[in-house]
């Protein structure tokens, strides 16, 4: 069976029951933003090119009050923070915001500290609790980062005139209180999320469209965590950016968004080593497979987006080398069930989760078939695009 998730509401009357029993009154404010999963476009948004992201039900949420001091009061109910889930710090000085120790606080304090409207945020007690799996590659940290800005934004009634500035606010928290150096895929899909739908984003000029997802009919999208964690250790990460960046320079092009099959040709004869054509060839065919994707989406051709996440899957595989053997074995036993449309990993690569677009009557047989086949203790749940952060109802 796949994972029952609690509803959002479930979380939201959690949430706000456990700020009362917490600080002994109730919380005025409750938001949530959510998780996302990325469906094809993958290690393309440092090369300019696109990524197909959709919001997940999973959500963050954020319970809270402002309290009449100086004073900020955070608890996190996840498990995944350890014992030293209670933060506390002065909002009135500024040496209070800077990153530090428990690690997970810095995302709520770079939030803090880079509100736009700097200086209007009073002292507040809040309570988070959170559906997103921490560490599993669907993006904790932009849920927790956008659904603290969503909550900074409805305290003060200063709200941000564009979403983009919202994302991109949210992406430099995690770049400088994380020091997580991300895209900006996973804030602008936890913002701009909307139910039905997935979003293609262009990482070169941020320009977004949102792409219907009413031709699924009885299929559906399941994630698959394999509860490996996902540790592309950040040697790894940037030895394939740089050799992009090399691929791209010998190109004299600006990135490998301007790059085509036939540059690969080219640089064979400009001494290019063979791996870093790979990686190229990778992003150069990726970028192109996200624009048929969202094409083949947009027309209906659900089999025309199953091959293309299949032949995602094998070029992360192959010529990104991002893979694991958790995350091949995963996609390998998905392909076998009858009824399964395409099955690739999803994110970074290295662990994390798989997302398989399959027929709704083969997911019982497909769950079966891969936890038969599957060594570790993997998680299944039934992925329906939602909507993006928002302000959620207090009684
Ligand atoms: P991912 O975004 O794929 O889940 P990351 O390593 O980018 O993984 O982010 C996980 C980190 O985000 C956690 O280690 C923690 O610091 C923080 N985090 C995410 N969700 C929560 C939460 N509900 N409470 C506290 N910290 C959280
Ligand atoms: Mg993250």
């Excluded at 959510?34 to 440092?46: A, C, F, K, Q």
Aim: net charge negative; glycine share 6%; aromatic share 6%.
């Amino acid at each position: 069976m796949a994972t029952i998730l609690p509803s959002v509401n479930d979380v939201r009357v959690e949430a706000l029951q456990n700020f009362t029993e917490e600080f002994g009154e109730n919380a005025n404010i409750c938001v949530c933003a959510p998780g996302r999963v990325n469906l094809i476009g993958e290690h393309t948004d440092y090369n300019d090119g696109f990524v197909l992201p959709m919001a997940l039900p999973m959500v963050t949420v954020i319970a809270g009050k402002a309290n009449q001091s100086s004073i900020c009061k955070i608890v996190s109910l996840s498990d995944a923070v350890g014992t030293r889930n209670l933060v506390e710090f002065d909002i009135s000085n500024r040496r209070a915001l800077k990153p530090g120790e428990p690690k997970w606080a810095n995302y709520v304090k770079g939030c803090v500290a880079k509100f736009s409207y700097d200086g209007l945020v009073p002292g507040f007690n809040a309570v988070i609790l959170s559906t997103v799996p921490v560490g599993a590659g669907l993006s904790s940290s932009a849920a927790l980062e956008v659904a603290t800005y969503t909550f900074l934004e409805a305290m003060t009634g200063f709200v941000s005139e564009r979403l983009e500035d919202k994302a991109l606010v949210c992406q430099s928290v995690e770049h400088q209180f994380a020091g997580v150096p991300c895209g900006i895929m996973d804030q602008f899909i936890s913002v701009m999320g909307k139910e039905g739908h997935a979003l293609l984003l262009d990482c070169r000029d941020l320009a977004t469209k949102q792409i219907p997802m009413e031709h699924l009919d009885d299929n559906l999208f399941l994630i698959i965590n394999s509860n490996a964690p996902h540790k592309l250790s950040s040697s790894a990460y940037c030895e394939r950016r740089d050799s992009c960046f090399e691929a791209a320079k010998l190109l004299n092009k600006k990135s490998l968004r301007d790059a085509t099959l036939e540059d690969l040709e080219v640089l064979k004869t400009r001494h290019c080593p063979q791996i870093t054509i790979k990686r190229a060839r990778h992003v150069i065919t990726e970028i192109q497979r996200t624009l048929e994707a969202t094409a083949a989406l947009e027309s209906g051709n659900l089999l025309k987006f199953g091959t293309l996440m299949n032949e995602s899957h094998d070029s992360l595989r192959e010529d990104y080398e991002v893979s694991s053997q958790e995350l091949d074995t995963l996609v390998s036993a998905a392909r076998e069930v009858d009824g399964v449309v395409g099955s690739r990993l999803t994110g970074a690569g290295f662990g994390g989760c798989t997302v398989t677009l399959l027929r709704k009557d083969a997911v019982e047989t497909a769950i079966k078939h891969i936890k038969k086949t599957y060594k570790g203790n993997a998680t299944f749940y039934i992925a329906k695009p939602t909507n993006g952060a928002r302000q959620l109802e207090i009684k």
